[in-house]
């Protein structure tokens, strides 16, 4: 597990994920040209107020590879 640091609407704030997860979020957003804070970002503003950030974050991760893959 590490923990990730980002600024969400102006306060920073880490958020722990597992090594494997980080990994693949910077690899999509070097693919995408974009940063993982714009990521979270959109994440965040995207989730309802009582989910859990790091989840929210391996299911994105997990629909955006499903969506590459041919499952």
Known sequence: ????????????????LEDQFIDVLRKI???EN??????????DKNRKPDSN????IRIWILHKL???SKL
């Open 1 to 16: 597990m590490k923990k990730l640091s980002v600024s969400l609407s102006g306060h920073n704030t880490s958020i722990t």
């Open 29 to 31: 957003a070097d693919t």
């Open 34 to 43: 974009t940063s993982v804070s714009a990521i979270i970002n959109s994440i």
């Open 53 to 56: 950030l790091s989840s929210e």
């Open 66 to 68: 499903l969506k590459t």
